[in-house]
């Protein structure tokens, strides 16, 4: 069981920057590789980040330089550091977290968090 909480969230001008945060609970074989995800209304769910124990990333290309990954496993806690925000960017932002020691070419995550919501207005 996995505990996937994240914070940071909201309304944002566009080119701003905001940085998302997740922090995480449980089995710690169960959150090898963790991710960020995110839904906007009317669209499939996409990934957009994801890094492993050790440090390897993966991005979207659509965010690829704009947004940056990381972790500190002491903390238990994975951020999420977006610049140069867009209007497309607007979306529920979701932590997301595997056992798997690669990170999935998707979304097929085993463990969700609520979700968080950002938003990036003119």
């Known amino acids: 069981q996995v505990h996937l909480v994240e914070s940071g969230g909201g309304v944002v001008q566009t080119g701003g920057s905001l940085r998302l945060s997740c922090t995480v609970s449980?089995?710690?074989?169960?959150?090898?590789?963790m991710g960020w995800v995110r839904r906007a209304p009317g669209k499939e769910r996409e990934f957009v980040a994801a890094?492993?124990?050790?440090?390897?990333?993966s991005y979207a290309l659509v965010v690829k330089d704009r947004f940056v990954v990381s972790r500190d496993n002491a903390k238990n806690t994975m951020y999420l550091q977006m610049n140069s925000l867009k209007p497309e960017d607007t979306a529920l932002y979701y932590c997301?977290?595997?056992?798997?020691?690669?990170?999935?070419?998707?979304?097929?995550?085993?463990?969700w968090g609520q979700g968080i919501q950002v938003t990036v207005s003119s």
């Open positions: 997301v977290a595997t056992g798997r020691t690669i990170i999935p070419e998707g979304d097929d995550y085993e463990s």
């Open positions: 890094i492993t124990w050790g440090g390897m990333v």
């Open positions: 449980g089995r710690t074989e169960a959150w090898n590789t």
